[in-house]
């Protein structure tokens, strides 16, 4: 029904067209008129595709530059919402679904934190109910949590640490201890150690997932890069470690992706 529906849209835009042409308007107006048209007519043709397709295309759009202006801050907000519709559907892939949520969530939240966490901690149970507790799909819900949950408490709590364990849990068993998602994992439970002031504990998990990173991606990717920064920020703090700091410095720089877009592991 959908594409007998597009393919009635898309005769009528031409003979729409047509018409406008026959009866002899003026080049201007003729113009503006199929520049509408066309537009229209592409705008149809992008909406066309399974809910899958269209799900993913919405989330693989190009984002802004880093500092986007406030037209184009706008344009994201919209755009993530749009993106967030439509991979809503229980037909879509739980990633998928889940990487929208986040998205939304992320953006939300500035303006309703509550509602944010909400809309993390419904989506979290359902996908835990469908595809189980140790579904990779959980990992950037459970992050977007946590993050939230300390900062609305003003530091780690015992729901935090619970959500860190969790995250390395599921990123162990479904990637592995020699991982992207793992090192990443490390430096989320090493971060909220960290925050509580407990430095060796924090120091040796950031070396865990310097470890892990580099076993998955070296010489060069982003999450060795940050790695190697987080773990060079604890360090630097005693004047003592300046040089070891100053060398993870250089490893860092080292381990930057010539290609900056390139795709390694979620």
């Not at 990637?175 to 504990?201: D, I, M, V």
């Not at 993870?248 to 979620?266: C, G, K, M, T, Y």
Request: charged share 25%; with cysteine; proline share 6%.
């Amino acid at each position: 029904m959908a594409v007998r529906r597009l393919r009635i849209q898309r005769r009528s835009l031409r003979q729409l067209k047509r018409l406008a042409t026959s009866k002899g308007k003026a080049m201007k107006q003729t113009t503006i008129f199929t520049a509408i048209c066309l537009t229209t007519l592409l705008a149809l043709t992008a909406n066309a595709g399974t809910p899958e397709d269209r799900c993913r295309k919405a989330l693989h759009r190009e984002t802004p530059s880093p500092y986007p202006t406030p037209a184009e801050w706008e344009a994201e907000k919209a755009a993530t919402k749009n993106a967030y519709m439509l991979c809503r559907s229980e037909s879509i892939p739980a990633d998928l679904r889940a990487m929208s949520v986040h998205k939304w969530a992320s953006i939300l939240s500035q303006r309703d934190a509550a509602a944010a966490e909400a809309l993390y901690r419904q989506t979290i149970r359902k996908i835990e109910k469908d595809d189980g507790p140790n579904s990779p799909a959980l990992l950037p819900l459970l992050n977007g949590l946590m993050d939230m949950v300390v900062h609305a408490s003003g530091g780690p709590t015992g729901e935090t640490f619970k959500i860190a364990h969790d995250i390395r849990r599921i990123a162990e068993s479904a990637y592995g201890s020699e991982s992207e998602p793992f090192a990443k994992a490390l430096l989320a439970l090493g971060w909220l150690h960290e925050l509580n002031g407990n430095r060796a504990t924090a120091e040796a998990l950031y070396r865990e997932a310097v470890a892990a990173a580099a076993a998955a991606c070296a010489p060069k990717c982003g999450t060795l890069v940050a790695a190697y920064s987080i773990l060079r920020d604890l360090i630097k703090a005693d004047p003592a470690r300046s040089a070891e700091a100053d060398d993870l410095d250089f490893r860092a720089v080292e381990a930057i992706p010539d290609d900056p877009n390139s795709q390694h592991q979620p």
